[in-house]
Nanobody, 124 residues
Framework: QGQLVESGGGSVQAGGALRLSCAAS????????MAWFRQSPGNERKGVSC????????TYIDSVQGRFAISRDNAKNTLYLQMKKLEPEDTAIYYC?????????????????WGQGIQVTVSS
């Protein structure tokens, strides 16, 4: 059974940076497109960024374009999200997701495996 475990969350002030990691086990990490989603209080979970299985294609939602960078290390079965210039609006629980398709809409139903989520809090 595949497992995804996020780490690296925490609390920062606006303008700060955090790097999230997602360690995968029990699944064919190196052949799956991967993504980061987030859910803020009172809102649905939404896709933030997606990366193809080989890392050559990345997509971002407009609000994080230029501030966030998704990457992966297939040798380490690990997905990353480098977040810079963080804003209070970035406050959310962040989830990594596996076995989706970055050419399709970035929605929950398109991904099979999910991490438990990790809190990111940005204060003004």
């Amino acid at each position: 059974q595949g497992q995804l475990v996020e780490s690296g969350g925490g609390s920062v002030q606006a303008g700060g940076a955090l790097r999230l990691s997602c360690a995968a086990s029990g699944l064919n990490f190196d052949i799956y497109d991967m993504a980061w989603f987030r859910q803020s209080p009172g809102n649905e979970r939404k896709g933030v960024s997606c990366i193809s299985w080989n890392g050559r294609t990345t997509t971002y939602i407009d609000s994080v374009q230029g501030r966030f960078a998704i990457s992966r290390d297939n040798a380490k079965n690990t997905l990353y999200l480098q977040m810079k210039k963080l804003e209070p609006e970035d406050t959310a629980i962040y989830y990594c997701a596996a076995r989706g398709d970055c050419s399709e809409p970035m929605v929950d139903s398109n991904f099979q495996y999910w991490g438990q989520g990790i809190q990111v809090t940005v204060s003004s």
